[in-house]
C-alpha cells in the first residue's frame, strides 16, 4: 500500500492510497510505526492520518488506527483522522469508531486541532 | 431446517419494564389517531403495516437458546440459557406429556448459558433421554452446581430424565441422530465452541461468546471455515467493532462488522446477529441491525450477504 508522507511544522500528514484490508493490514501496520516512534519529541506533536485517498477499510484496518492512536499517546503525541471518503465515513460511523477516534472533515481543520503553526504552514503551502 | 430462537441475549435477561410498554402503548395510540379500528384484524394490521419493529415487537430478554428441526422426533438445541424454560413448554406440547429424545449442544458453562436448565420441565419427566453434548471437561460439574443447595431447591439426581453427558472433540466431525456436528474452538474466558451442524444440504453454524483477534490470519481462516456456505450463522455481536478491539478487548466477545467479513469470506447466506448486549434496548438494537445491513451493502463484493437480527421468537426456514 503506498503511504504518503508530508510535514508541516510539527506535524506529519500520512496519506495511505487504496484499500487498507486483512490484506495488508500488517504492512500497513509497520509502516506506521517508523513514523509513530517521532511523535512526542519537539519536531513532531502530532500525525495526521489523510484518508482521502483510501476507498476502503476493513476491520482489521480500522484497528490498526486504534493502535496507532495508542502507541501515538504512548509517546506523549497524538493521531487524527482526516477527510474521510464518504463509504469510509459510514464504516467508520457503524463500527463506532468516530466515538474513540478525533475525526476530521478536512486536513487543514484536523491541523488546526493540532498546532496553529502546522495549520500555518499547510495554508501558505 | 427450522430454527427458533428460544434466547438471543447475552449475559443475563432481561425484559421490558412498565415504562417501556408504556411509551409504546402512548406512541401506537398517537399513530393510530383518527383511524377506525374497531376489529382486532384492522388493529393488527395497522400493527404490522404502520408501526416501527421496536414500537410492535422486542428482541427479548431470554438468554442464549436456539433450537433446529432437522426433519427427525428427536430435539436439538444450543445452550441453555434461560430460553430453555420455554423450549421445554415446547417440548412437552409437542410430546403431550411423552418422552421425548433431546440433543443439547453446549458453547460453554457460564452462567448464561445454563441457568435455564433447572426450568426446563422436560429433565423432571421419567423416560426423556437428554444428551447434553460438549467438549469441555466441566460440563457435568457445572449442571450439577448450580442445581446444589444453597442455589436450587432440586438436587440434579432428583430430575427423573435419562440425562447423558456425552465429550465432543474439536474439529472433529460426530454424527448425532442424523445431524453431522463439528465443534472449533473459540477465544473466550474458559474457552467456548462453536459448532457447524450439517443435515442433508443445509448447514447451520453456531458460534457464540467468541472473540475474534483481527490481526490473526490462520485465526480467521479457521472461522471462515467453519462458516463456509453455510446458510445461517447464528453470531456474537454483542459490541461495536471499536468496544470490541478496545475497551472491552479480551472479554470474549465479538461485533456486528466482523460478523458480516468472516460470513462473506465464507460466503455464507444468512448472518443473524445474536447475543444482544443487556444494555441495549430495541431501539439500540434495531439501530445496529440497520448500520449492519448498510455496511453489508458497503462492502459486498459480488455475493449477497442476509443480515437479520435475532429475537426470541424468530423461526427461520433454511
Given at each position: 500500500?503506498?503511504?504518503?508522507?508530508?510535514?508541516?511544522?510539527?506535524?506529519?500528514?500520512?496519506?495511505?492510497?487504496?484499500?487498507?484490508?486483512?490484506?495488508?493490514c500488517?504492512?500497513?501496520?509497520?509502516?506506521?510505526?517508523?513514523y509513530?516512534?517521532?511523535?512526542?519529541?519537539?519536531?513532531?506533536?502530532?500525525?495526521v492520518?489523510?484518508?482521502?485517498?483510501?476507498?476502503?477499510?476493513?476491520?482489521?484496518?480500522?484497528?490498526?488506527?486504534?493502535?496507532a492512536?495508542?502507541?501515538?499517546?504512548?509517546?506523549?503525541g497524538?493521531?487524527?483522522?482526516?477527510?474521510?471518503?464518504?463509504?469510509?465515513?459510514?464504516?467508520?460511523?457503524?463500527?463506532?469508531?468516530n466515538?474513540?477516534?478525533?475525526?476530521?472533515?478536512?486536513?487543514?481543520?484536523?491541523?488546526?486541532s493540532?498546532?496553529?503553526?502546522?495549520?500555518?504552514?499547510?495554508?501558505?503551502? | 431446517m427450522?430454527?427458533?430462537?428460544?434466547?438471543?441475549?447475552?449475559?443475563?435477561?432481561?425484559?421490558?419494564?412498565?415504562?417501556?410498554?408504556r411509551?409504546?402503548?402512548v406512541?401506537?395510540?398517537v399513530?393510530?389517531?383518527?383511524r377506525?379500528?374497531?376489529?382486532?384484524?384492522?388493529?393488527?394490521?395497522?400493527?404490522?403495516?404502520?408501526?416501527?419493529?421496536?414500537?410492535?415487537?422486542?428482541?427479548?430478554?431470554?438468554?442464549?437458546?436456539?433450537?433446529?428441526?432437522?426433519?427427525s422426533?428427536?430435539?436439538?438445541?444450543?445452550?441453555?440459557?434461560?430460553?430453555?424454560?420455554?423450549?421445554?413448554?415446547?417440548?412437552?406440547?409437542?410430546?403431550?406429556g411423552?418422552?421425548?429424545t433431546?440433543?443439547?449442544?453446549m458453547?460453554?458453562?457460564?452462567?448464561?448459558?445454563?441457568m435455564?436448565f433447572?426450568?426446563?420441565?422436560?429433565?423432571?419427566?421419567?423416560g426423556?433421554?437428554?444428551?447434553?453434548?460438549?467438549?469441555?471437561?466441566?460440563?457435568?460439574?457445572?449442571?450439577?452446581l448450580?442445581?446444589?443447595?444453597?442455589?436450587?431447591?432440586?438436587?440434579?439426581?432428583?430430575?427423573?430424565?435419562?440425562?447423558?453427558?456425552?465429550?465432543?472433540?474439536?474439529?472433529?466431525a460426530t454424527?448425532?441422530?442424523?445431524?453431522?456436528?463439528?465443534?472449533k474452538?473459540?477465544?473466550?474466558?474458559?474457552d467456548?465452541?462453536?459448532?457447524?451442524?450439517?443435515?442433508?444440504?443445509?448447514?447451520?453454524?453456531y458460534?457464540t461468546?467468541?472473540?475474534?483477534?483481527?490481526?490473526?490470519?490462520?485465526?480467521?481462516?479457521?472461522?471462515?471455515?467453519l462458516?463456509?456456505?453455510?446458510?445461517?450463522?447464528?453470531?456474537?455481536?454483542?459490541?461495536?467493532?471499536?468496544?470490541?478491539?478496545?475497551?472491552k478487548?479480551?472479554?470474549?466477545?465479538?461485533?456486528?462488522?466482523v460478523?458480516?467479513?468472516?460470513?462473506?469470506?465464507?460466503?455464507?447466506?444468512?448472518?443473524?446477529?445474536?447475543?444482544?448486549?443487556?444494555?441495549?434496548?430495541?431501539?439500540?438494537?434495531?439501530?445496529?441491525?440497520?448500520?449492519?445491513?448498510?455496511?453489508?451493502?458497503?462492502?459486498?463484493?459480488?455475493h449477497?450477504?442476509e443480515v437479520?437480527?435475532?429475537?426470541?421468537?424468530?423461526?427461520?426456514?433454511?
Open positions: 500500500m503506498k503511504l504518503a508522507q508530508s510535514s508541516y511544522a510539527d506535524v506529519l500528514v500520512l496519506s495511505p492510497q487504496g484499500r487498507l484490508d486483512h490484506d495488508n500488517a504492512e500497513f501496520h509497520l509502516a506506521l510505526d517508523n509513530l516512534e517521532q511523535t512526542g519529541d519537539k519536531s513532531t506533536r502530532g500525525v492520518l489523510d484518508l482521502s485517498g483510501l476507498e476502503y477499510v476493513s476491520s482489521a484496518g480500522l484497528r490498526c488506527f486504534m493502535l492512536a495508542k502507541q501515538a499517546r504512548a509517546h506523549g497524538r493521531i487524527v483522522i482526516a477527510a474521510m471518503q464518504p463509504v469510509v465515513g459510514e464504516i467508520f460511523e457503524i463500527s463506532r469508531f466515538l474513540i477516534l478525533d475525526a476530521f472533515p478536512t486536513v487543514l481543520a484536523a491541523l488546526e493540532l498546532s496553529p503553526e502546522s495549520a500555518q504552514a499547510y495554508d501558505q503551502a | 427450522r430454527v427458533r430462537f428460544w434466547g438471543t441475549r447475552g449475559s443475563i435477561p432481561v425484559s421490558l419494564t412498565w415504562r417501556d410498554l411509551d409504546r402503548l406512541e401506537a395510540l399513530a393510530a389517531s383518527g377506525q379500528l374497531d376489529t382486532l384484524s384492522k388493529a393488527y394490521d395497522f400493527l404490522e403495516q404502520n408501526l416501527a419493529f421496536p414500537l410492535r415487537h422486542t428482541y427479548g430478554g431470554h438468554t442464549a437458546c436456539v433450537e433446529f428441526e432437522p426433519g422426533d428427536e430435539y436439538f438445541v444450543c445452550d441453555m440459557g434461560s430460553g430453555a424454560r420455554a423450549f421445554g413448554e415446547h417440548v412437552m406440547a409437542r410430546h403431550a411423552r418422552p421425548a433431546v440433543n443439547v449442544f458453547s460453554h458453562v457460564h452462567w448464561d448459558h445454563i435455564g433447572p426450568f426446563f420441565g422436560p429433565a423432571y419427566v421419567a426423556t433421554r437428554i444428551r447434553i453434548h460438549g467438549c469441555h471437561d466441566v460440563i457435568e460439574q457445572a449442571f450439577r448450580q442445581q446444589s443447595p444453597p442455589c436450587f431447591p432440586v438436587p440434579f439426581d432428583q430430575l427423573h430424565a435419562d440425562i447423558e453427558f456425552v465429550r465432543l472433540v474439536p474439529g472433529q454424527q448425532v441422530s442424523g445431524v453431522t456436528v463439528t465443534p474452538l473459540q477465544l473466550h474466558g474458559g467456548s465452541y462453536g459448532f457447524r451442524f450439517e443435515c442433508g444440504d443445509k448447514i447451520l453454524v458460534t461468546d467468541s472473540e475474534h483477534k483481527l490481526e490473526n490470519i490462520s485465526n480467521t481462516e479457521g472461522f471462515v471455515k462458516f463456509r456456505n453455510a446458510d445461517l450463522v447464528v453470531f456474537d455481536a454483542m459490541y461495536s467493532l471499536a468496544d470490541a478491539v478496545s475497551v478487548a479480551d472479554w470474549g466477545h465479538s461485533s456486528n462488522v460478523g458480516v467479513e468472516l460470513c462473506q469470506m465464507a460466503r455464507a447466506r444468512r448472518l443473524a446477529l445474536f447475543h444482544h448486549e443487556p444494555a441495549n434496548d430495541d431501539t439500540q438494537i434495531e439501530r445496529i441491525l440497520r448500520e449492519t445491513v448498510r455496511f453489508e451493502e458497503l462492502t459486498r463484493q459480488g449477497r450477504l437479520i437480527a435475532a429475537y426470541d421468537g424468530l423461526e427461520l426456514d433454511l
